[in-house]
């Protein structure tokens, strides 16, 4: 019986342990969507504990614990760091076949050194040992990048954000980067004009200008996604439920933005016409400036309104959604690809039902101008685990070109999440690998070892021009 957690953890094969070992277990880090805070980073945050550095943001492992039966004062409550990280510790014993249950293991050994498992009997111990090394100022927030190799981190920010922390990060000439991505999802929120409008004056006051018609809005979106420009950005991301592809005219949109701005509830028709058009202006700025776009589609989020409306968003309660995906992804792109302004794409799919659906969706618009053009992006949220990867390599396999994938990200607000991208290069290798030795792929394994290591990193270095 194989040891846990062993040097050929994931690795079923020889071959699978060549591939990663000597192929793509010490590639460099490109991590081109997370939602790590550009203030940390800037201001190279020392935690105080394990306690704060694991939890304060992780709604995996709040989802988790709620399961277990642990009171919300222990998960997003009033308890202290170490209270939590005990209630955690009590957890996971329990999240066997969870990839909790790995990560926790891989994060404990990678960035601490720590083979013990996490257990009540435990937690006393490892809380003590992390706190001496958190102290110091080698676990710094900038620190535990450069640890996991770490050449590009990028973060997630509303055209709003002054972008000032990235400006810092780079000109303090540090071993990464820190790049933005334009994420503008508030400013589509037509469905509660009450938040958008108090979005509208913010970003009135952000730009100085006044913002009286819908295409005073534009201009003014507009003009930050210049800015984001001028800051480094060449990336943008949506997280959508699904692409909305409703036709409006220029009137249609002038009485709409007019009952927004009076606070008139919009009907659903509205609400589509409106998000529909902004999302076609950003797509068309993407091209013009050959920024990268990606789109995160399928989640149902809030589900449970009592606690949404105690905690607010991204508290744990959003979950797979089952939206009719397949005509409005091929309406939005194909309008942008016949009017020549389809920019680099990448499309993330929750529904893991809908996997070969968005694979061959994706190759409907590959035209032969960049390599990979439109990508079927890695496993996200509820399926970046062994099974949600193999299934999203094993359908981009079958019906794409798994050769030319950009590979892995954190999508994470924990700096100690990228250990996912060995988890996830483990998994790459051990397919490959199992195929080899099948006799399924050729056994070369200079060949296959360069698959990998375009797949593990230097696809996405040359895919998203964060070294141009």
């Not at 659903?268 to 999302?279: C, I, M, N, Q, R």
């Not at 062994?386 to 299934?391: A, E, Q, R």
Request: hydrophobic share 35%; with cysteine; charged share 25%.
């Amino acid at each position: 019986m194989r040891a846990f957690l062993d040097e050929n953890f994931l690795l079923n094969t020889k071959a699978a342990s060549d591939l990663y070992h000597n192929y793509a277990k010490d590639l460099p880090i490109i991590d081109y969507h997370n939602h790590l805070p550009a203030k940390q980073i800037a201001d190279n945050k020392v935690f105080d504990n394990l306690g704060e550095l694991w939890l304060a943001h992780d709604h995996y492992k709040w989802r988790a614990m709620r399961a277990h039966g642990i009171d919300e004062v222990y998960i997003t409550g009033e308890a202290s760091d170490k209270e939590k990280f005990l209630k955690w510790a009590e957890t996971v014993p329990y999240t066997l076949r969870n990839p909790l249950y790995h990560w926790t293991h891989l994060e404990l050994q990678r960035y601490f050194g720590i083979t013990d498992l996490l257990s009540p009997a435990t937690a006393e111990k490892i809380y003590e040992q992390t706190a001496e090394q958190i102290a110091d100022a080698g676990f710094s927030a900038r620190n535990l990048l450069k640890r996991m190799n770490v050449e590009v981190v990028c973060t997630t920010d509303d055209p709003l954000d002054h972008l000032d922390y990235h400006q810092q990060i780079a000109t303090e000439g540090e071993t990464f980067k820190m790049l933005p991505a334009f994420r503008p999802d508030k400013a589509m929120e037509a469905g509660n004009v009450i938040a958008l409008n108090e979005y509208i004056d913010k970003l009135e006051d952000v730009t100085g200008r006044s913002i009286d018609s819908f295409n005073d809005y534009i201009d003014a979106l507009r003009a930050r996604h210049d800015y984001f420009e001028s800051r480094g950005c060449n990336v943008s991301d949506h997280g959508i439920e699904q692409l909305y592809t409703a036709k409006y005219t220029d009137y249609e949109l002038k009485i709409i933005f007019e009952k927004i701005r009076v606070g008139r509830q919009l009907t659903l028709e509205e609400v589509s016409k409106f998000k529909s058009a902004l999302l076609v202006s950003f797509a068309e700025w993407d091209h013009e400036k050959n920024w990268v776009q990606q789109y995160h589609i399928g989640p149902l989020r809030n589900n449970n309104t009592r606690i949404f409306g105690l905690k607010g968003a991204d508290t744990g309660h959003d979950s797979i959604g089952d939206f009719k995906q397949a005509q409005e992804l091929s309406g939005f792109l194909d309008g942008l690809d016949c009017r020549g302004k389809l920019a680099k794409t990448v499309l993330y799919n929750l529904n893991p039902a809908d996997n070969e659906l968005f694979v061959s969706m994706a190759g409907n618009f590959n035209d032969g101008s960049v390599r990979g053009k439109i990508q079927f992006g890695s496993a996200w949220w509820f399926l970046d685990q062994k099974d949600g990867i193999t299934k999203q390599i094993n359908a981009l396999s079958n019906i794409g070109l798994i050769s030319n994938f950009v590979g892995m990200l954190t999508d994470s607000r924990s700096f100690l999440s990228f250990p996912r991208h060995e988890y996830f290069r483990r998994l790459v290798c051990d397919i490959f690998g199992t195929d080899m030795e099948k006799g399924e792929i050729p056994d070369d394994i200079e060949w296959v070892g360069k698959i990998i290591r375009d797949i593990s990193y230097y696809n996405a270095r040359e895919y998203f021009r964060f070294f141009k």
